[in-house]
Each structure stands twice: as structure tokens, then as C-alpha cells.
């Protein structure tokens, strides 16, 4: 595979950026994708390196044909991705729909906005929800949550691995903040790090005599047979489930002793490890925990930190209105712990806000 | 260095997004952590634009912030947008040449300051350097970046121009010297309110 940063390097730039640069690191054959603010410089990016390094684009009508068009591209062997937000992710949810039916290894990067509808070009994490459950489906796709420029790099390049390894739609859910702000991060070539990179391969078009040489490629997303469908879904349901623990990643800090647990993702998690240490500085045991994959949610990890911790409250803190909520919840199931909840819908969320919620809730 | 957050506010087309991006890098280039948000919204289509910075030496925490350490507003309609920025412990920083009465500026700030830049940049130099001025400015009240890397930033971002018109270059050094000198003399003379 090309190298294509060299030696690894420090830099200061855009999420948008970074995510660019990280899916031609990763070996990206081509984007599909429609403008939309903010994951606009994606694109940008993208195009402008892209016929650098043989690499493709294509601009389409719009995001139902971009995720459809992405669907096509990782099933002629090629690594396709696309990067969307808002409305337009709500729009893609019918090829990633697809997607989850046929197992397609393709990579979506989401750049969430605020909403309903068009909402603000600007900021929130209301695009959990569609993102982890979107579609007429049953969510069987990988959700990383990022929080810096570092993870947007780093996570796409695991993401491509984790797509073509295990043949779920990969999402690399970002935000307008993490898109538009300009910090430092390492670039580097996955093999400078000892990470091999999973090769594409066709998923059509195939050589040999099927039942001779080779079994059917059989991607299918239409049944005649309701016994099929179940048949099917229940066996990607466990395929799924049998995964999970290989695929879940979380952060956790100080919930050795914790009466209280921040639980947050993504950006705001950044907050929540600040706000975390100033609350131990002033003597409230307070701990953090992170889920960085949203789908498959680490849901025993959880439930071990409420336990070991003995902790009395979770405070779920999120930029949206209980879509976090709702997952951690549903997760953690007949777990006691009470729940306190900080939603700031459409807006950032900084260590202050925190700090002040986990004091009025002690 | 301690976490300093500054608010830069001003016009689009006033360059405040420039020298703050040109900033943010320069505190990067001195192995500094920086983070900068510029603000985004609708409003940058003809209204206030405001620039986020943040520079420690520490991972930084959130992107955005509610008080600031530093708020420079560039226009009078920039006063108005940045006030609920401005804190106790903050520092607020306006233009001398802009008609706003005392009970228009922050009610809260540690201290604040009137610099004649619009002025200085229309009379000494030129109203294109107004903002780099400004830069200038921040380093003087805040010691963010060096003087020197600044200049280094400043050379990396307009080196192209400069050296098709040398002149260009030499405006614009003077121009953040002037801007560095103008706070500076500010904050000595500057009286600290008690707000």
C-alpha cells in the first residue's frame, strides 16, 4: 500500500481535515458524497488530494444516491466511503439500510449538525439515535464516537479494518465542532505503527463455477419468505452479539470510588474529563465514563463501573435530549443506580455546566 | 502556561478569523497546545464573527467557553455580541474610536481597555493591517506566542505575497509591533475596575 504521510507527523488542522487525510492513510479508493455543512471540507479535502494519489471522487445528486452509490463501491472491491450530516444522514439511512441487509464494508463519516430538519449548520449530538438505529433494521452496524482530531484519524483508519473485517457499515460519528476547530494530531502511516490494513475485495463479479470452485456470493436484501428474512436477521443477530466484545471500546477514570458517574461520548466527553478532575480537586468523588463505541454499546463495561464503584447517581450529560440517555438506559437495564441528566440540546457543553449539575444533584 | 481563552469579535472581512487561525498556529509551532472554533452559523453571512481561541499547555478541554480571559471586540455591533463573554476575571478590549456609552460596555470585566488601532491603522499605516494590528495586540496584553513566532506564523500564511511586494511584509511587522506597544502601554495605564 502507498505510504502516504511518510514519516508520522505532527500537525495543526481541521476534524474535516484530518478525517481526509486519514481515509487516504487508511487506503481509501473512493468518496461518494453530496455537500452538506458541516462535513463540507471533507470533500474538499478529499478532492483536492484524491488525484494525487489515483485515488476517486464522484459528486451525486444527492445523499440517497451518494449512500447508494458507496454501496456500490464497496461491493465491486473498492474501499468507498462517504461523509454526510443532518438531513443528509437522515436521507443515507436507506442505503445504510441496505448496507446492514447485504453486510456491505462501507465507511460513513458524520459530521452531526443541529436538528430537526435543517436545524443549525453548526453543532449537536442529536444524530445518535439515527446513527446507531437508523433504518428499517435492527442497528446492526459499528458506531465509533469521537472526541479529538487524534480520534478522527485514528478511528477511521480502525474503521476501514473494522468494516472489511467483520462486514458491517462502519460510522465514524464526529460533530460540527470537531469538524471546524483546528487542533494538534500525529498523522502516520498505518504500517509505521505496526497496524495492517485489511485488503478489499470484491463482493460480486466473482470467478469460478459457484458449487464447484466457490460458494454463492449471495447479497441479498429482499426476501420472498418471511421464514427467510427471520432466518437471516436472527443469524446476523448473533453473528453481531458473538462480535461485540471484540468491536466495544470505552474510557474509564476514577470510578474506583465514584458516588457519582459522569457518563458522556464525544466531544463533550472532553468537558467531562475536565470537570471530573476539578470535582476531585475540590474532594466530590466523582468518575468518568466513556462509551467511544455507541454500537455495540460497552454495556458490561458499564454496569462493572456502577458496581465496583458503588456509585448512587449516573449524570448523563449529552448536547441532545436524551438520545444518550435513552441507549445508556435501555443498556443498563435493572441497574438501580439512579439517573440525573444534563441535556443541552444543539449547544456545546463545557466543565462549568458539569460541574455545576453534579454539585446540585449531591 | 495556564489555560488563556480569548474572544475575538469583529465584522467578516475584518480578518479576525485570519489572525486568529495565524494565532492558534503560531502557538502550535512553540509546541503549545491550541485549540480554535471559529463561529459558524448563519450569522457569518453578514453579522459579528467571532473567533475562539485557546491556548495552554495542557490537552484542552471543550472547544467553545462562556467567559473568556481576553474579549476583543472590533466593531461597535462585536461590543454588544461579546458582553455575556466578558467575567470578572476577564479583560475586555474595544476600540477607542466607537461611540458606545459606559452602560453599553460589560457590567463585568476585571478590567477594560480602548485602544486606538482603528485610527493607528488608518493614519500611521493602512486600513488593510488593521486586524494584524490587533494580533498584535493579543500577544501584548497576553504573551500567548512570541513576538518572534508570530512573525514566523505571520511569514508561513503571507509569505506569497510578501514576496511578490516586500513592502507588504515590512507593514505588516510594523503593524503587529505597533499593536504589541499599544497594549502593552494599555495595560500599564489601563485603571482596573471593580466591577
Known amino acids: ?114 436538528g430537526p430538519s435543517s436545524g443549525t449548520v453548526v453543532y449537536s449530538q442529536q444524530e445518535v439515535s439515527l446513527t446507531t438505529y437508523g433504518g428499517n433494521g435492527e442497528g446492526h452496524r459499528i458506531v465509533y464516537s469521537t472526541s479529538t482530531h487524534q480520534e478522527i484519524f485514528d478511528y477511521i483508519i480502525k474503521g476501514f479494518n473494522t468494516a472489511w473485517k467483520f462486514r458491517f457499515p462502519v460510522f465514524i460519528l464526529g460533530d460540527g ?3 471546524k476547530m483546528r487542533e494538534p494530531l500525529e498523522m502516520y502511516d498505518p504500517e509505521s505503527r505496526g497496524i495492517k490494513m485489511e485488503e478489499a475485495y470484491p463482493l460480486i463479479g466473482l470467478g469460478g463455477k459457484i458449487g464447484q470452485d466457490r460458494g454463492p456470493s449471495h447479497l441479498c436484501n429482499i426476501y420472498s419468505l418471511e421464514e427467510e428474512l427471520y432466518e437471516v436477521i436472527t443469524k446476523v443477530q448473533a453473528e453481531y452479539d458473538a462480535l461485540a466484545p471484540q468491536i466495544t471500546e470505552y474510557d474509564e477514570k476514577f470510578c474506583e470510588d465514584a458516588d457519582i458517574i459522569l457518563v458522556t461520548h464525544g466531544v463533550v466527553s472532553r468537558a467531562a ?37 458503588g456509585a448512587k447517581k449516573l449524570l448523563i450529560a449529552e448536547s441532545a435530549i436524551g438520545q444518550l440517555e435513552r441507549l445508556v438506559k435501555q443498556e443498563i437495564y435493572g441497574e438501580t443506580v439512579k439517573i440525573e441528566t444534563l441535556f443541552m440540546p444543539g449547544v456545546g457543553i463545557i466543565e462549568s455546566d458539569l460541574i455545576d449539575k453534579v454539585k446540585s444533584v449531591l | 502556561m495556564a489555560l488563556v481563552r480569548i474572544a475575538l469579535a469583529g465584522e467578516g472581512g475584518q480578518g479576525v478569523q485570519s489572525i486568529a487561525e495565524i494565532l492558534a498556529e503560531a502557538a502550535y509551532n512553540e509546541n503549545q497546545q491550541a485549540l480554535y472554533i471559529p463561529n459558524f452559523g448563519l450569522e457569518q453571512r453578514g453579522g459579528v464573527s467571532i473567533a475562539f481561541l ?4 495542557k490537552r484542552i478541554g471543550a472547544p467553545k467557553f462562556q467567559k473568556a480571559d481576553i474579549v476583543i471586540a472590533l466593531s461597535e455591533r462585536a461590543v454588544a455580541r461579546t458582553i ?83 513592502k507588504l511584509r515590512e507593514l505588516n511587522f510594523k503593524a503587529l509591533e505597533i499593536g504589541r506597544e499599544m497594549a502593552e502601554k494599555s495595560l500599564k495605564e489601563g485603571v482596573a475596575i471593580n466591577a
Not at chain 1, 470535582?279 to 467511544?292: D, E, M, S, T, V
Not at chain 2, 485557546?54 to 499547555?57: E, K, L, P
Request: hydrophobic residues 40%; glycine residues 8%.
Open chain 1, 1 to 114: 500500500m502507498e505510504r502516504v504521510i511518510g514519516e508520522s507527523k505532527k500537525s495543526f488542522m481541521t476534524g474535516n481535515e484530518a478525517a481526509a487525510w486519514a481515509c487516504l492513510a487508511a487506503g481509501a479508493d473512493i468518496m461518494f458524497g453530496y455537500p452538506i455543512t458541516p462535513q463540507n471540507e471533507i470533500m474538499h479535502y478529499w478532492t483536492r488530494m484524491a488525484p494525487k494519489y489515483g485515488k476517486g471522487f464522484l459528486q451525486t445528486e444527492d445523499e440517497l444516491s451518494a449512500g447508494f452509490t458507496v454501496c456500490g463501491g464497496v461491493q465491486s472491491g473498492k474501499k468507498a466511503f462517504t461523509a454526510t450530516a443532518g438531513p443528509g444522514n437522515v436521507l443515507m439511512q436507506e442505503p445504510f439500510g441496505m448496507a446492514e441487509a447485504m453486510r456491505l464494508p462501507l465507511l460513513a463519516i458524520i459530521q452531526q449538525r443541529g
Open chain 1, 177 to 179: 465542532y470537531q469538524a
Open chain 1, 273 to 309: 474529563d475536565d470537570a471530573v478532575k476539578a470535582l476531585r480537586a475540590q474532594g466530590i468523588k466523582a468518575g468518568y465514563f466513556r462509551p467511544i463505541t455507541l454500537r455495540p454499546f460497552p454495556q458490561q463495561e458499564l454496569r462493572a463501573a456502577i458496581a465496583k464503584s
Open chain 2, 54 to 57: 485557546q491556548f495552554s499547555d
Open chain 2, 84 to 166: 455575556s463573554y466578558s467575567g470578572a476575571e476577564t479583560l475586555y478590549v474595544y476600540d477607542s474610536s466607537f461611540k458606545v456609552e459606559a452602560e453599553e460596555l460589560p457590567q463585568q470585566a476585571k478590567q477594560i481597555i480602548a485602544l486606538p488601532a482603528i485610527d493607528t491603522a488608518n493614519n500611521e499605516l493602512h486600513p488593510r493591517v488593521f486586524n494584524i494590528i490587533i494580533m498584535g495586540a493579543v500577544i501584548g496584553l497576553s504573551n500567548v506566542v512570541s513576538f518572534e513566532a508570530a512573525k514566523a506564523a505571520l511569514e508561513h500564511k503571507l509569505g506569497y505575497k510578501f514576496e511578490k511586494d516586500p
